[in-house]
């Protein structure tokens, strides 16, 4: 089997996976399980970028014209996600939050403070560091979050 094949084959696994504990999460709510609830899920859980509510409600529309689906769904639904841990979010002020799946590997974020675009990035030191700070101060690191604020290179530019 191709590295591809594996690879989407995984992928709907894990998709499968978050849909089955998102039913679990709705009916634990006392909330029914609806089609407009399930593409807001799997529309995070195909983007790559961090979006506001009117992001991903823009990008539902586009995708489903057809489906009537409110920006309150989208509010209570990113809500409910946020509350469980499913998704987490970003706090940009007056800009208010945009929201990634929380199923994704542990990452960092660089936030440009003129245009707003958000780099995730990885490093193994910064990881590793912050580990032994935690233990050095006697610590039991249960999850952190790294925001970085500035200026992004095509902003410089």
């Known amino acids: 089997m191709s590295d591809i094949t594996t690879n989407f084959d995984d992928r709907i696994v894990e998709y ?4 089955s504990d998102f039913k679990a ?3 634990s709510n ?7 609830r399930e593409v807001i899920l799997e529309t995070l859980y195909d983007s790559d970028e961090h979006l506001t509510p009117e992001s991903l409600h823009n990008l539902i529309q586009e995708k489903f014209p057809d489906l009537n689906i409110g920006i309150a769904t989208v509010y209570r639904t990113l809500s409910l996600l946020e509350d469980s841990n499913m998704v987490t979010s970003l706090y940009f002020g007056a800009q208010g939050k945009k929201y990634e799946l929380g199923a994704k590997n542990h990452h960092d974020h660089l936030i440009c403070t003129n245009c707003g675009c958000i780099t995730e ?12 700070i935690a233990n050095e101060l006697g ?3 249960q999850d952190h979050s790294m925001q970085i ?8 530019n």
């Open 16 to 19: 499968e996976q978050l849909l």
């Open 25 to 27: 999460l709705l009916k």
């Open 30 to 36: 006392s909330l029914k399980f609806t089609i407009q």
């Open 121 to 132: 990035f990885v490093d193994e030191q910064i990881e590793e560091r912050q580990d032994k």
């Open 139 to 141: 610590f039991k690191m």
């Open 149 to 156: 604020y500035g200026i992004c290179k095509n902003c410089r």
